[in-house]
């Protein structure tokens, strides 16, 4: 029997009612902004119970069922290229805490696929762990599987875990078989024409220790996973993933876009469309879930998405912006599983346009930095170089290295392929794995202390008690004299690092006993306080002073409540529609991220430094209260984007002036501040600015510095502070014109030295050929010398130079080759020679038929390229001669 065509809506329908009626509780996907701190985006279906499967966390129902949508790049270079490779996907999941275990898993495993999907079980092969006998027979004897299609596998294949130690089980797969005509025997799963695996049932029944010794769970969990987009490519019939209807619609409006078929186009447009089709739906639902594009984290790989969709979209044949159109496409396709695609519809087309138009120019800005770069270099574009194009301005290294030979460079393969390796460690090392150990025991042992009780609102002194200490992260009785250690307390006046607001520092006391702390986190609402045992021993139990350093504190604070300063002005004297991009708050200065499409202007600093200390100095009162988030979004509160936030939240308020959601410490008046001090305004990503700043204490801090530099130049350039300006200027056109006379002659030795060559040129008939080595001039000092030794030497005349330019970076070479114009008429082409000469160096170039230049990276095989050199042209002149 052939399966029913369902559509993807039908199938993610089908398989949660199923376990709907089989007693699970429905959850409504996570974010892919996962609240795990170990991954970057959700990358798994299990994801968000990881907490429970940990034992850290109890589960509010012993069943549960979902849909799962989930990010993972660390196999990017397969999209599109491979029949079911994606970046974004939906994983379909039935989940047994603690209730259910293997039988029923499988023999539901069993009914969904053959009774609600109606695959045929002759369609059907089941893999188990090689050592679960238990799985095997339930697949046998309770489901009635043939033995034949059945197959064990090892561990690498069939025995999930997350870690060196953890929780950890078994598992068994479901694969649909494409070929079931061939039988039973020598069944090989590997076979990736045949089989495709579309369900995954794990058995989590037990924790690896630090020894690798398995020891029972005392509560068994099931974590399956059906993949959408495979399931649909069996259920519709389809020979890929990306040929379904969750997938299709894209590939086509972009291919309409690109005007051309995507049946009848070649292979490599039809992988471009796939990868357009897949990215899609990837950044409209990274862009939903808070994303924001940058070159830093999760904005890295939104930033790296929407630039391979525009780049592909080029290479197809789109000449003009087209993500927000293709976005409403992905919204339409999938706004009834995720109805918030629809309300956050104008943010992610606004953001595409945004990030698009920004790429646009990039791409621009890349082209005038490979100028820029050939200008300065002398003969070898280097790997990091072409690395950057790459990875920041789009730049292939096909384009790259077409442009660079045509200027006579050539380009360090090795090195970019270095950096491109360096690039896929750090995106598979923040993509891959689901860390269910963080921090060793310290995670594990977390929920057995209540909640810190935070005081630091209103003072910065308490009274406490220990109730946990971790010694390199083990939980242990006591620490002594010289330990590292992390202390949990009942009550605690240390704030602890969030909201970009850094944790404080201070001294925890008791009779003898003296802890520096250095910093504090927390989790779950349980402070963490790291530090080490400066004198006596600390043990559980006892008594203890809590004791926060009052000036590292005030300076935080005066920062912080700056920071929210700094925000109001932006949207009042910038734009109003400035938002918060990230923060960080620290004793020392204060750090503001947001979007904005150009720098900010002298005079818009200078207007928000106005604005700002004039706030300051009007003394405004600062009121924090909690309320529901409703109430306070209603009052007018800013939210940052992305964030998320309780039921009732914290409002900081400068009534008239600023309202935001904190829950960072603050001043209580505004002039308590002192001064406010922007000192710097940079870009650190495309539509993203920052702001550096101080306030509080640390301006004086800033002004000390300042005039101490001030002081001790007027002292070295002997002239008043508001002189120094004008006397570094004059010094700058001093440089520049020494510059330009050392330049002027370098080439005129290099041309001297060269002309003393002439005299040794060999004749070959009736042509002239010169070949020399000569070290201690750059390319541009090479080609001058060869040019006239070329008006000097004749009509038939050969010059090829080759050199060490700087003694002290001896691993550089660089290579010229001139030819008179009657040898180029001849069929000479200089910039085909003098690559072949370079080759033997390790590098490579090109140039015009008359002059080229080219370069290399091994200085030992110098004398023996002018040799061959020599060789050719003497047998190719010889011929001309003839």
Known sequence: MNPPFLSGDEIREAFINFFTQHNHKKLASSSLIPDDPTVLLTIAGMLPFKPIFLGLKESSTPRATSSQKCIRTNDIENVGRTARHHTFFEMLGNFSFGDYFKKEAIQWAWELTTEVFRLNPKNIVISVFEEDSEAEQIWKEVVGVDAKRIIRMGTSDNFWSSGATGPCGPCSELYFDFKPELGSDGIDLEDDSRFIEFYNLVFMQYNRDNKGNLQPLANCHIDTGMGLERMAQILQGKSNNYETDLIFPL????????????????????????????????????????????????????????????????????????????????????????????????????????????????????????????????????????????????????????????????????????????????????????DLTEEGSIEREISLFVETRFEGYEKLETASTVIGIFRNNELVKKAVEGDLVKIIVNRTP???????????????????????????????????????????????????????????????????????????????????????????????????????????????????????????????PIQTKTMPIKEAMAAGALAMFGEKYGDVVRVVDVPGVSMELCGGTHVTRTSQLGTFKIINETGIASGIRRIEAIAGPSVFDYFNERDSVVKELSKSFKVQSHEIVERVSSLQLELKDKTKELIKLKNELALAKALVLASSAKSIGYSKLLIRRLDGVDGSGLQSAASSLIDHLGKYAAVVLGGIPNQEINNKLVFVAAFSPDLVSDGLHAGQFISEVAKMCGGGGGGRPNLAQAGGSHPQSLDLALEKANETLTEQLSQLTL
């Open 494 to 620: 240390f704030y602890a690092e969030s909201g970009g607001q850094i944790g404080d520092k201070g001294l925890i006391t008791s009779h003898n006993l003296e802890v520096s702390v250095e910093n504090v986190r927390k989790k779950k609402n349980i402070f963490i306080h790291s530090g080490i045992v400066k004198t006596g021993v600390l043990t559980v139990n006892s008594s203890v002073q809590m004791n926060v350093t009052p000036s590292f504190r005030q300076r935080t604070t005066s920062n912080h409540t700056a920071t929210h300063l700094l925000q109001s002005a932006l949207k009042l004297l910038v734009d109003s529609g400035v938002s918060q991009r990230g923060s960080l708050v620290s004793n020392d200065r204060l750090r503001f991220d947001f979007n904005a499409p150009k720098p900010l202007t002298i005079k818009e600093l200078e207007d928000m430094e106005v604005r700002i200390n004039q706030w300051i100095n009007e003394d405004h």
């Open 251 to 434: 590939i086509e409006a972009a291919a309409l876009l690109a005007q051309i078929n995507y049946e009848t186009t070649h292979k490599k447009n039809k992988t471009s469309l796939k990868i357009i089709g897949d990215h899609c739906r990837a950044v409209t639902h990274l862009i939903c879930d808070g994303v924001t594009a940058s070159n830093l984290g999760r904005g890295y790989i939104l930033r790296r998405l929407i630039r391979r969709m525009i780049r592909h979209g080029r290479l197809v044949g789109i000449d003009q912006p087209f993500l927000p159109q293709l976005a409403e496409v992905a919204i339409e396709l999938m706004k009834n599983a995720y109805p918030q695609l629809l309300e956050k519809k104008k943010i992610i087309l606004n953001e595409l346009k945004i990030e698009e138009s920004r790429f646009l120019e990039t791409l621009e800005r890349g082209e005038k930095l490979l100028v820029e770069i050939t200008a300065r270099a002398r003969d070898v574009i280097s790997g990091a170089q072409a690395f950057e194009l790459y990875d920041t301005y789009g730049f292939p290294l096909e384009l790259t290295e077409e442009i660079a030979n045509e200027k006579g460079f050539s380009v360090d393969i090795t090195g970019f392929e270095k950096e491109m390796a360096k690039q896929r460690k750090r995106a598979k090392d923040a993509s891959v794995s689901i």
